[in-house]
């Protein structure tokens, strides 16, 4: 095998990796507004919702970790040559915040919002308005630290 297809399969596990993360969030992000539906509708029963994508943050961190080993594998094989370009310097410093963004804000407001569905009270309007409210920040983050990324991926602005 040559190098150049080496690098191409590095390229297409990366690829494979964006769409499982990217994936997982928004999936996340459109299963969220139906669960809002059904809580203003049902209240607390509304948390089967919750249950049935419970495993999608594995499969983000999944595509984190391909974008990451394929991303280190392709710089290895180019000898580092993208990092001195500003695109690429750039990328980098938004692909920090966006994982640093999922690790710990998103996976913080998510273990909130079912750490308040599991109290099955009905008086927790407040805080659950307040997780409501963070999460769709966290996730409008999200989308645009994806744009902002593919766009310095593909037209490398230098
Ligand atoms: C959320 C994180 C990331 C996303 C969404 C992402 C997205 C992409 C996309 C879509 C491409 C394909 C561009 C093209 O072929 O035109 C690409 C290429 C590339 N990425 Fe990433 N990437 C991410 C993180 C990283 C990281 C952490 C590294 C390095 C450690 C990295 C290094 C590279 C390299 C070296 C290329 C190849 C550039 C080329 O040959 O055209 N990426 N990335």
Known sequence: MTTHTFFQIFLML?????????????????????????????????????????????????????????GVGMMAMTRGVFGEQIWFRIKF?????????????GRRLGLNLRKLMEENKEEITVKINKVKSNLRMFHTAQLVLFFIILLLSVFKFN
Not at 40 to 58: H, M, R, Y
Not at 93 to 105: P, R, Y
């Open 14 to 70: 990366h690829l494979v990796g964006f769409v499982l993360f990217a994936g997982a969030t928004i999936i996340n992000f459109v299963t969220l507004r139906q669960f809002w539906q059904q809580y203003e509708l049902e209240g607390i029963k509304a948390k089967t919702i919750l249950q049935s994508f419970s495993k999608l943050p594995v499969l983000g961190r999944i595509g984190m970790a391909a974008i990451i080993l394929s």
């Open 93 to 105: 410093g938004f692909v920090i915040v966006i994982i640093l963004n999922a690790l710990l804000v």
